[in-house]
């Protein structure tokens, strides 16, 4: 027979079993901390028609995305969760409550070149509160609480979510006289990080015309020193001349303020000027996540509030704030960074039950008790010799085994042995399957990431 | 703006919030019935290159397929989730531990037909167990149990396990001379249940160029009547005479035997000798799952063993056995036949809090104390009147509400009201949170699945 060679599309990722299940509890726990927030799931089609996923058309989306004819259907992959959603919103909107809380977990298309880190399949995590004509700003405000126990949750403690305000920058921007300018200055702004001040400034100068005196202010205000407090005590000082900065300023302190109450730690949170975002689809708050010991990875979970999500397809005025975690890039940083746990403890099973019997009525029955119990139990019974069904258990990393050999079956009872401590201790299935729980309830308490 | 309708291409699945949580709740329920069985988690990419993809190649599957070139990359969505297995192991089987057990749960791609009931993206729920070389007898038997687990932990009773032997049919069909046409005659009498004996007998003969006396025989055989014991009372008759016929006897002894053991009910079994499945691939026990209520329905989990996996990819031999649930169909058919539960708790939150105060700090701190808890909580504050807050609540379904005034912020109190009840409680967050707990207990006690 001819035979293909086995090859995976470069920029897709796929895992060993070890490291999926790394990515599945990132996953579980993502799930799980957008649940407590009251948002619900979503998943729509991969798929959609080209004309409705490309309605606001434009750039570089347009030339990264696949798109396809089948038999006379234009057809493209989803590039992101946001126009999927807009669609959804908008097709539905008859049958959905306001305001709408959903979260996506899903895999979007990006036809890049390859390279390194860069993905053409990746996840994305979503979640967006979508308001039916209004919004209230509490809902820019809880945003920083969901970042903050889903980033604790998962293992990090040093990453801070930077927050800005958009009509507090269009709103000094107009102070300046540079109202049709802004959406450039923002976008311009937005590279500070990456190549600092006095290539801003140039750029300021050279491709938003911007004079000079006024790009030494906007780069001195953007740049502002100091804790949050020091910030908003600086921007009081502009209070009263403008009427979207003032709200812009109100927004800003509104979601300060309660962070304490949601349980934000204050190391975690930062007001941070520079914050513009690049897309002007943004109108208030806006959210960067980084992490602390690694900034030049960037942004783990960014988003912001947004006044119109569904402008292309229904006159319907919907307002929203979102955040999007990057997840198979965020699993690839953290795997580069050796920040993966290597305590997690990924074996599929508990427990390896090893039966020595002929007849294997009883271990089967002592493996259901164990199962009934919530043990993911494995059974090893391929004709091997007893070392080798041990080293197989030592490669999986399962972390016991339960062996039931002929004595035992007479008494109806197993040997449970600690695969780690070498530790063996003769009792009935049911004690092994709480042992095996309780002592799994510890292993499982280790979070995914670790930090250095 | 121009706007564009905001549509979902046809066969594409895509659910309303309160549908969507159940289906979640499914796939949830599989995850952990795979899970506790010890199969391990795998995710591979929805595109593919279409070389590898079509390896096998041929018939049907080549006109469904989507494919597309993207550059001068020849590629192709995912048909089912068996070929990508099949190029995960022989990719990585330097990396894999055998017998490799895996899950997936997953979209695949197939360009049918348009019509009701059909998709052409749908989630497939998958496992298998992949031997190096050879996989012992018990990995079939096993099988049964985690199809029980399964649908039992869906909600579901009234489901039949069909299972049969491909080796006793092979066997049979040996021993009236008919090797040669096995393949042919396993496809026709697979059609049994849907045109029935006299149809199957006359494809026999003009079809497969069986004689009638032998096409009688093969309709007398497999449809030989009574319980599971009967059947394999019946194949006893026949012991001796064929080695092949013989070991399939055995194995279906085997998997038959152990069903106890596993903690399967006797009534949720039965051994088919009619069960053929269409495909060459199986070569030994092979299964369906039928509902009891529900037969035109079809099988709703089927799989079997098969020894050569992956031989378009490797000079391995990996044999292995596994069963598919078609998910996206699965949900469908049981929401037109009303058999989802009505009474599952859909709604995105257990609790609702409704703030009255001015300073929102004592809300919101109360929320957090409920959301460490792991009550999912929504907080509203739209800028609504009381009445459409409550409204709102019951719209989503929520069961309960915190109300939180200025004499409850003051005590550091709240008032929990149960909305089905309409029982108010004052209480402390902590005893609020205990109390919405225990109580969504009960009310997620419900299955996904409830019988007629």
């Known amino acids: 027979m001819e035979r293909v060679t086995p090859r995976t599309l470069s920029g897709f990722m796929e895992l060993l079993p070890a490291k999926q299940v790394q990515m599945e509890r990132m996953m579980e726990i993502l799930r799980e901390s957008y649940s407590l927030y009251g948002f619900t799931p979503l998943d729509t089609p991969v798929i959609e028609s080209a004309q409705v996923l490309l309605a606001k058309g434009g750039g570089e989306t347009e030339k990264q995305i696949y798109r396809f004819m089948k038999g006379d259907t234009d057809l493209a992959l989803r590039f992101d969760l946001t126009v999927p959603l807009a669609k959804y919103v908008a097709a539905n909107y008859g049958q959905?409550?306001?305001?709408?809380?959903?979260?996506q977990i899903g895999k979007v298309y990006r036809g890049e070149r390859s390279q390194r880190g860069r993905f053409r399949e990746f996840y994305q995590?979503?979640?967006?509160?979508?308001?039916?004509?209004?919004?209230d700003i509490i809902n820019e405000a809880e945003i920083p609480s969901i970042i903050y126990r889903t980033f604790t949750k998962l293992g990090l403690t040093r990453f801070v979510i930077r927050v800005n305000n958009r009509k507090v920058l269009n709103g000094f921007f107009e102070l300046l006289g540079l109202t049709e300018q802004s959406g450039d200055i923002m976008r311009t702004i937005d590279k500070l990080e990456k190549v600092g001040g006095d290539k801003v400034k140039q750029l300021l100068m050279e491709e938003?015309?911007?004079?000079?005196?006024?790009?030494?202010?906007?780069?001195?205000?953007?740049?502002?020193?100091g804790t949050s407090a020091d910030k908003l005590a600086f921007l009081e000082t502009y209070r009263g001349r403008c009427e979207t900065f003032d709200l812009g300023l109100d927004e800003l302190n509104t979601v300060a303020g309660y962070l304490p109450a949601f349980g934000v730690k204050e190391e975690n949170f930062a007001i941070d000027l520079t914050i513009a975002r690049g897309l002007d689809y943004y109108t208030g708050t806006v959210y960067e996540t980084t992490m602390t010991d690694y900034p030049e990875i960037g942004s783990v979970c960014s988003g912001g509030r947004y006044d119109n999500l569904a402008e292309y397809y229904t006159d319907k005025k919907l307002p929203g704030v979102g955040i999007s975690i990057g997840l198979t890039r965020l699993f690839y940083v953290l795997g580069e960074q050796g920040l993966l746990s290597e305590d997690m403890v990924t074996a599929p099973a508990d427990v390896l039950v090893i039966p020595m019997t002929e007849d294997l009525t009883f271990p089967?029955?002592?493996?259901?008790?164990?199962?009934?119990?919530?043990?993911r139990t494995q059974i090893y019974t391929e004709k091997k010799k007893v070392k080798q069904k041990f080293a197989y258990a030592d490669k999986m990393g399962i972390p016991f085994a339960v062996i039931?050999?002929?004595?035992e079956a007479a008494q109806q009872m197993v040997s449970v042995k600690d695969l780690t401590s070498g530790q063996q201790e003769l009792m009935s299935p049911a004690a092994a399957a709480e042992k095996i729980t309780a002592e799994m309830a510890v292993r499982n308490s280790v979070t995914v990431i670790r930090e250095k």
């Open 96 to 103: 959905l409550t306001f305001p709408f809380k959903r979260y």
């Open 125 to 135: 995590a979503d979640i967006d509160v979508i308001g039916d004509g209004k919004l």
């Open 208 to 225: 938003c015309g911007v004079e000079e005196a006024k790009a030494d202010e906007i780069i001195r205000f953007i740049s502002c020193p």
């Open 364 to 375: 089967f029955a002592a493996a259901t008790t164990l199962r009934e119990a919530g043990v």
């Open 404 to 407: 039931i050999g002929d004595d």
